[in-house]
């Protein structure tokens, strides 16, 4: 098992991969930052530094696997980038940025899913912040359990299509 942490283009992990024999069989990325504000108060620094981390390191592993034979290529994304999140329109721009990355490799044949995570409870910003579990559930976004939300992550990473949801989701409340 590999864990590649990239921030910056650098080959020498795929490099150490190459040299050892083994085959990197599928990729997970699941970077994230927040700097939530209102749009008005986000200035080009805020954007970058919750895009970065998403956009940057999904299109250079994009880059760095595109002609590997994986087996998968995961996105971790959000529900925002599906119902939006007013204050997290830096966020919903990288998240949205996976799905249409997701979209693109799934389109040329290559391995890729994005999976757009709901709230978890027992993990994440949710379980730290009591304050965004009542704000989220107030508007229908409910809490999955860790353990549930990832039983069956083996069967959403081979299930052939770019983006799935993640989430329980009230959907007459949050169209209120």
């Not at 990288?94 to 999976?115: K, M, V």
């Not at 069967?155 to 989430?167: E, I, K, N, T, Y």
């Amino acid at each position: 098992r590999v864990v590649l942490q990239c921030y910056y283009r650098d080959d020498r992990v795929m490099r150490a991969i190459a040299a050892s024999g083994a085959s990197l069989r599928g990729v997970v990325h699941s970077a994230m930052v927040l700097d939530d504000a209102m749009l008005s108060q986000l200035d080009a620094d805020r954007f970058a530094r919750v895009l970065a981390p998403k956009v940057t390191g999904a299109w250079l592993l994009h880059e760095a696997t595109r002609d590997l034979p994986l087996d998968w290529f995961v996105l971790f994304s959000s529900v925002a980038s599906v119902v939006g999140n007013a204050g997290q329109g830096n966020y919903v721009a990288a998240n949205a940025f996976l799905d249409a990355l997701a979209a693109h490799r799934h389109s040329t044949g290559l391995p890729c899913t994005t999976i757009n995570w709901g709230a978890m409870d027992g993990a994440g910003v949710v379980e730290r912040s009591p304050q965004i579990r009542t704000f989220l559930e107030s508007i229908g976004i409910l809490p999955v359990p860790l353990a549930e939300a990832f039983a069956n992550l083996d069967r959403l990473v081979r299930a052939d299509v770019p983006s799935v949801l993640v989430g329980r989701i009230e959907w007459d409340r949050l169209r209120r």
